[in-house]
């Protein structure tokens, strides 16, 4: 690995925004040259999630994630050095974690909905992107996507959405849209901003191998 520094690129939104459709059609454009590492690999176990006044958990607030973990793995990887760890997964007793390896590369995209909100992440990151969309198109997507990926059903998407979703979307994550470098429209598609933001990926990878 050369001598130049990781570029680090942040991509953010409010859950059902498309953040991880955006990184995923990212990467995909890339054979090489590009990493990614998401706060969703570092939620602490379910049993030091925080309850709600209702006894229903809360996996919506900043304390949710492992954050001191996902910060050195991030510095790692803003050095220059692979990492190593399990993935989350959604607390399903079914399936066998698996250990994920981050290798190393110029560009790294860091992807999760307090990233800008953790001091320690956020000033690791060169280029701010926040994926945006309009709160029923969001609430939407998840709804779909809850049901159709992960069996829950709508009443428990309905109740996370507005006792967990909204309040630490206005509190932890909207706040930070007027800091970003780019913010990109989702409610239809992002196709134009991703062939820019692919443009600008690939003159990183070429600076650093040069
Ligand atoms: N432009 C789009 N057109 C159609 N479906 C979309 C679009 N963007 C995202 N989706 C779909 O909406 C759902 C939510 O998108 P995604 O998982 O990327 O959101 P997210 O911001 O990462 O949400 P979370 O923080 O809850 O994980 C997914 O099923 C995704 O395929």
Do not use: C, W
Not at 12 to 39: H, M, N, P, Y
Not at 41 to 55: I, M, S, W
Not at 168 to 183: G, T
């Amino acid at each position: 690995m050369s001598e130049n520094k990781p570029y680090i690129i942040g991509i953010t939104g409010g859950s059902g925004s498309g953040k991880t459709r955006f990184l995923r059609s990212l990467i995909e454009s890339f054979d090489s040259g590009v990493a990614s590492i998401s706060q969703d690999d570092y939620y602490r176990p379910r049993e030091h999630q925080l309850v709600d006044k209702n006894g229903e958990f809360n996996f919506d607030r900043p304390e949710s994630i492992d954050y001191e973990h996902f910060a050195s793995d991030l510095l790692a990887l803003s050095k220059g050095n692979d990492v190593e760890k399990q993935e989350y997964t959604f607390n399903n007793p079914n399936i066998q974690p698996k250990n994920i390896l981050i290798k190393a590369a110029p560009v790294i995209l860091v992807e999760g909905i307090f990233i800008f909100h953790y001091q320690k992440i956020s000033e690791l990151i060169d280029l701010k992107v926040f994926v945006d969309a309009k709160d029923y198109i969001k609430l939407q997507r998840r709804l779909t996507r809850d049901r159709v990926e992960r069996g829950y059903d709508a009443d428990d998407v309905l109740y996370k959405y507005e006792n967990h979703i909204m309040p630490s979307y206005q509190k932890y994550i909207e706040p930070h849209k007027e800091h970003a470098d780019i913010v990109v429209p989702n409610n239809t598609d992002f196709g134009v901003a991703l062939d820019v933001l692919k443009a600008f990926i690939q003159s990183k990878i070429n600076e650093y191998t040069v």
